[in-house]
């Protein structure tokens, strides 16, 4: 699942967004195949080459309901002369037994049903009078009200060529044909695909497990009163929802409190259902950080360079982070800032990559495009630090969305882009060219 590494760290590196994320990657390893059924592998990658054992269609067959003729027989025919067919019978879908179209004869045929022998062509029903001795019909009557269409005679109004609206074996796909490749991410067509060929179960890597949860002592549940000093918990909520975005089976876990030992409990009883585990709050410098000090201590003991470690990034909001495996699984652990604006970035840039990584996924980030920025001020950033800042991105160019400051969360609500000051630049004016990360 994970293998750590060697990590140059110290109390004062500042470690830049690369650096971070780079140590996140190469820790995280994609989960190891399973085989599931279906409908429990959707939006998982698969991991080996499917192939066709069987051409779809599997039979040649009507892709109208009309009738079945040969082509001779309607050569010439119109409204004025039409052909006059004999009517030997139904054709209808999943039917076994075939009937014979010999010459001067037709048989009604369903979409979907089989190319009885003799036919080489199929008639829409439109063409004809529906064997009611009149005008072009609409549609057929239904068998089980008038049993007798299925005899008599029908006329033919209009010629038809060979092969006209008849699909032909295999040609959707043929048997040895791949029908999917191994990395293709599992939606509704590729599970339709797989079911069509008769393939009930798949291989692939399974969704990633993420268990997210908050801590501090002033965070109740929504719905709840508040009382004085107290705020709801919102970064479990909009953790939860960005992990399952991104394809993950997320957990939230109800906020815990600032001890020590209640998050190391937590965190140890959540660790079986985990492949991935996010905590927000509490990593930065004050006395209440509680998974700083709960986890500061923790190491995997048979695992060189494991544990947990804090470090201040390169970057603003989110410079306090921690990453590092724990428990007998070495289960990848990322603590993110409580600042919900802060968690929230902090999560498109490393959390994100990190669970596409365990899902096997070969695009694990978010695109970045340029773009023109569009506002009547500076956009300043501290000397040595990355600012991203919320904006919206249209036609290349993008204009910030609630201004610099990193508390904003309603201003995040209706952004959908990350627009990136470089490290060390202390100023980006209107009208240049940023990097912007695309959210949506």
Known sequence: MSSAVTRATGQDHLWSVTEHLEDILSTVRPLDPIQLQLLDAQGCVLVEDVMVPVSLPPFDNSSMDGYAVRVADVAGASEEYPAVLTVVGDVAAGQSELLHVGPGQTARIMTGAPLPPGAEAVVPVEWTDGGLGEGPVSQMRARS???????????????????????????????????LSAGTVLGPPQIGLLAAIGRGTVRVRPRPRVVVLSTGSELIQPDGELESGQIYDSNSFALCAAARDAGAIAYRVGAVADDAETLRATIEDQLIRADLVVTTGGVSVGAYDVVKEALSSVGDEDEAGGGIEFRKLAMQPGKPQGFGTIGPDHTPLLALPGNPVSSYVSFELFVRPAIRTLAGLDDVHRPTVRATLRTEKSLTSPAGR??????????????????????????????DALIVVPETVESVEPGTEVDVVLLG
């Open 386 to 415: 990355r600012q991203f800042l919320r904006g919206r991105y249209a036609d290349g160019e993008v204009t910030p969305v609630g201004g610099a400051g990193s508390h904003l969360i309603a201003a995040l609500a209706h952004a």
């Open 145 to 179: 009200t008038s049993p007798e269409g299925a005899s008599g005679q029908v006329h033919v109004h209009r010629p038809a060529g060979p092969r006209a609206h008849v699909r032909a074996k295999g040609s959707d796909v043929k048997a040895g044909d791949r029908a």
